[in-house]
T-cell receptor, first 115, second 113 residues
Framework: DGGITQSPKYLFRKEGQNVTLSCEQN?????MYWYRQDPGQGLRLIYY???????QKGDIAEGYSVSREKKESFPLTVTSAQKNPTAFYLC??????????????FGPGTRLTVL | GNSVTQMEGPVTLSEEAFLTINCTYT??????LFWYVQYPGEGLQLLLK?????DKGSNKGFEATYRKETTSFHLEKGSVQVSDSAVYFC????????????FGGGTRVLVKP
């Protein structure tokens, strides 16, 4: 089955610790994205990557870091610099069609709780 | 800049009622338009999309028509079921390099038996 997997589904960390969220896709998509969703809110873009070894900041990149060493993988690290990291994190991927980002497909999400 | 405005929820309906969720947008040019659905505790699923004016997207009994003159993409379903209870997001992406997805705030729909 083709799709996007995120692990784990629930993650608990102590304040001050860095934590890395996993995102893998087997859709052969070039572009991948990370979003943050707070309760009752819409989605806000953290980082995105259109090609391996390159990524761009989204609207709320402060306190987060990413890497894109493989086409299938786009891990997100929530650092201790992120002031309010408790949230639901969603990964997405899409084709890149003639330079344009195509329809995005989402993973099941990881709920991060910082204690 | 680009923006999407959705009606605020929650919208509470009885089973078999007619559902409409309004969505209007502001964008340069003619963007592609999307509706995504999020069931409790899950990620977003693409429900339908339209890429040009007058296109109608449809899926699982839901429909939305791309109206350029009113810059709208309202979602409709003729007869809702309890299983349609979810949060619905309208979104757009402009047809331009580096085009990112802009989401509305989401509309929560609750269908009661």
């Amino acid at each position: 089955d083709g799709g996007i997997t995120q692990s784990p589904k629930y993650l608990f960390r102590k304040e001050g610790q860095n934590v890395t969220l996993s995102c893998e896709q087997n859709l052969n998509h070039d572009a991948m994205y990370w979003y943050r969703q707070d309760p009752g809110q819409g989605l806000r873009l953290i980082y995105y990557s259109q090609i391996v070894n390159d990524f761009q900041k989204g609207d709320i990149a402060e306190g987060y870091s990413v890497s894109r060493e493989k086409k299938e993988s786009f891990p997100l690290t929530v650092t201790s610099a992120q002031k309010n990291p408790t949230a639901f994190y969603l990964c997405a991927s899409s084709r890149v069609d003639r330079g344009f980002l195509d329809t995005q497909y989402f993973g099941p999400g990881t709920r991060l709780t910082v204690l | 800049g680009n923006s999407v405005t959705q009606m605020e929820g929650p919208v509470t309906l009885s089973e078999e009622a007619f559902l409409t969720i309004n969505c209007t947008y502001t964008a340069t040019g003619y963007p592609s338009l999307f509706w995504y659905v999020q069931y409790p505790g899950e990620g977003l699923q693409l429900l339908l999309k339209a890429t040009k004016a007058d296109d109608k997207g449809s899926n699982k009994g839901f429909e939305a028509t791309y109206r350029k003159e009113t810059t709208s993409f309202h979602l409709e379903k003729g007869s809702v079921q309890v299983s349609d209870s979810a949060v619905y997001f309208c979104a757009l992406t402009p047809k331009a390099a580096g085009n990112k997805l802009t989401f509305g705030g989401g509309t929560r729909v609750l269908v009661k038996p």
